[in-house]
Every structure is written in C-alpha cells, then in structure tokens.
C-alpha cells in the first residue's frame, strides 16, 4: 500500500511561486513513478510533471521551462516547484505514483488534490 500525502495549495499572484510537496509512505520502494497531474473542470487530468526511479523526467509542454519536480530521497517526498505561474495554471493539482506490486502489474495512487488558484 502507498499513502500519498500533498501539501495544501492555495492562491498565488500571477508570477509567483509555489512549491507543493508530496509524501509518499507505505510500500514505497516499489514505487518507479511519481509526479503531479492536474485538473480543471470539464478537462480530463493532464499531466504535468513526472520523475522515475532511475531519475527520468517528463514534463508538460505548457510548464517547461517553468515548473522543476524534484525529490527528497530521504523524506520519501516529490517535491514541484511552481515558477512564473500563470491564470491558466489554476486547477486541482493530484500527485500522483505507479507501484509495481509484481512483474507486469503496475498500480495507480493519487493523492486526494489540491487546489491552486493563480489571480491576475
């Protein structure tokens, strides 16, 4: 079992920062992907940014450049660093794990969200 524990977001003036943080506990050492999704209404969650065990990342198009996922080996947590936010950047932001229970079979956990706002 993984427990995926975020930190609260909040409101943001455009061009500001956030930093959210994602705690994982549980069966964390079968965890290879960790990251953040988001979500606003009447879209489907997008991802945003993604690291791997072996340290690979993915980040979305619109965030590059702008937002950097990092992680805390030693505290179990994912860290996203949110830079230069944007209105568009409001949504319901999920982390998000894949744990490989065994060979070829891959569970999905998602944290429970957390919304943030960016004013103009």
């Known amino acids: 079992q993984v427990q995926l524990v975020e930190s609260e977001g909040g409101l943001v003036q455009a061009g500001g920062s956030l930093r959210l943080s994602c705690a994982a506990s549980?069966?964390?050492?079968?965890?290879?992907?960790i990251g953040w999704y988001r979500q606003t209404p009447g879209k489907q969650r997008e991802l945003v940014a993604t690291?791997?065990?072996?340290?690979?990342?993915n980040y979305a198009d619109s965030v590059k450049g702008r937002f950097t996922i990092s992680r805390d080996n030693a505290k179990n947590t994912v860290y996203l660093q949110m830079n230069s936010l944007k209105p568009e950047d409001t949504a319901v932001y999920y982390c998000?794990?894949?744990?490989?229970?065994?060979?070829?079979?891959?569970?999905?956990?998602w944290g429970q969200g957390t919304q943030v706002t960016v004013s103009s």
């Open positions: 690291i791997s065990s072996g340290g690979s990342i």
């Open positions: 998000f794990a894949r744990r490989a229970v065994r060979v070829g079979v891959d569970y999905n956990h």
């Open positions: 549980g069966t964390i050492f079968s965890i290879n992907v």
